[in-house]
């Protein structure tokens, strides 16, 4: 059983930044990745960074040399920092877990938080 909190939405303007936070808490698992998804209204949700359990990254075109993901292994922490924020990364930013058992994998996902650039 995994539980996802995300934090560090809100209300910028075009330039400026903000760092998204997600807790993860249960037991029997480890983790394969954790990474953010977003999703616009009207559009679907789409990848925005992934971080695997090497610490090797990904991210979107539309975001890459602005956004950073990191991770705090010892707290099941990811973060996302996002800088030059532009109106089109207005979205509700979902967190993701990709959880190992013995014989399986499965995606957790949190309720998301609600980022949104003016001009």
């Known amino acids: 059983q995994v539980q996802l909190v995300e934090s560090g939405g809100g209300l910028v303007q075009s330039g400026e930044s903000l760092r998204l936070s997600c807790a993860a808490s249960?037991?029997?698992?480890?983790?394969?990745?954790m990474g953010w998804h977003r999703q616009a209204p009207g559009n679907q949700r789409e990848l925005v960074a992934v971080i695997n359990s090497g610490g090797s990254t990904n991210y979107a075109d539309s975001v890459k040399g602005r956004f950073t993901i990191s991770r705090d292994n010892a707290k099941n922490m990811v973060y996302l920092q996002m800088n030059s924020l532009k109106p089109e990364d207005t979205a509700t930013y979902y967190c993701?877990?990709?959880?190992?058992?013995?014989?399986?994998?499965?995606?957790?996902w949190g309720k998301g938080t609600l980022v949104t650039v003016s001009s």
């Open positions: 993701n877990l990709n959880a190992k058992y013995i014989l399986y994998s499965r995606d957790y």
């Open positions: 249960g037991s029997g698992f480890s983790i394969n990745a």
